[in-house]
Nanobody, 115 residues
Framework: QVQLGEFGGDLVKPGGSLRLSCVAS????????AGWYRQAPGKQRELVAVIGSSGTTDYADSVKGRFTVSRDNAKSTVDLHMNDLKPDDTAIYYC?????????WGQGTQVTVSS
């Protein structure tokens, strides 16, 4: 059974930093594409960042230069390092992995950027 657990959501002031972590179990993690999506109130879920099994990355334009996605296959984790956070980054952040058997999602972690 594939499970994803996210950690690290918090309340942070504008300009601050935060690191989200996601741990996967029940899957051959090194063969997956992993990433983060977010959903703000009243908006659709959107891609934030993704990292392939080979380490290639892709980012939403709105977070380029501020966010960094990384993975540790030995620990089955994917992290999202967020710098220079803005109020528009406020959302529930979801970890996701793509496998040959399908896509899996975590339950989400809340990030709130407010002074």
């Amino acid at each position: 059974q594939v499970q994803l657990g996210e950690f690290g959501g918090d309340l942070v002031k504008p300009g601050g930093s935060l690191r989200l972590s996601c741990v996967a179990s029940g899957v051959n993690f090194r063969r997956t594409t992993a990433g983060w999506y977010r959903q703000a109130p009243g908006k659709q879920r959107e891609l934030v960042a993704v990292i392939g099994s080979s380490g290639t990355t892709d980012y939403a334009d709105s977070v380029k230069g501020r966010f960094t996605v990384s993975r540790d296959n030995a620990k089955s984790t994917v992290d999202l390092h967020m710098n220079d956070l803005k109020p528009d980054d406020t959302a529930i952040y979801y970890c996701t992995i793509q496998t040959i058997a399908g896509d899996y999602w975590g339950q989400g972690t809340q990030v709130t950027v407010s002074s």
